[in-house]
């Protein structure tokens, strides 16, 4: 049986208003692919995975720049606006939750990201994503997160959200070191960051 965890429930909630956004999202995100491959040679990326790819607007950004993507999201509500929002685009969306182990061999992408994810899931349940994320990607993996800049309007909607924000900034840098063989951070904004690993292949 599939185990589907509670952070499912919300964002079927709110998944239309979140929609919303997908635009500004899309914006962001091109920033940050920009950003990535001005750090990174990214010229032997082809298949790209994002693990809580929401209402899609990274998903959308990757294929519009060529790479073939797939999506997973464990909320169903959440893939459906990315369906609509992405459409002409092809991309290959998935209901699955990283509370099993994803639907994907080991090796089989060149990229595996996760964009505002990490922070809302408790730190087994993160640490489970970190370790599937190492095992699917044959390369680069990366968390386009939070960093350890404060502003108090975040303070208050990762309060309200009952995440796991106030304990993810103080210790993610030290938990995808154990995981990963060489991490850099790359500033996206004042308040997040790109957090760009390398698999570690023992
Ligand atoms: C804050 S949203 C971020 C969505 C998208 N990555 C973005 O940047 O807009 C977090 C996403 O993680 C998904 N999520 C939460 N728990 C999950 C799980 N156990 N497995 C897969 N996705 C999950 C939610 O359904 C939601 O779409």
Redesign the pocket.
Known sequence: MQV??K??GL??RIARV?GWFFHR?QSG?QVALKRLSESEDLSSVARVL??????G??CSVFAKNGYQTSG????QK?LDQAKKKTKGLNIDFQL????NDLPFENDSMDLVS????AH??PKD?RMK?LKDMNRISNNLVIL?EFNQTRRWYIDIIEWAEHGDYFNFIKTIDNELSTIFTLVKKVELNATSSIYICKKDHE
């Open positions: 589907i965890d952070h499912t964002f079927d979140y999202q995100y994002d693990i809580g790819c929401g209402t607007a990274l997973v999201d464990s909320s959440m699955a939750s990283i509370v996760a964009s505002f994810v809302g899931l349940l994503m386009i």
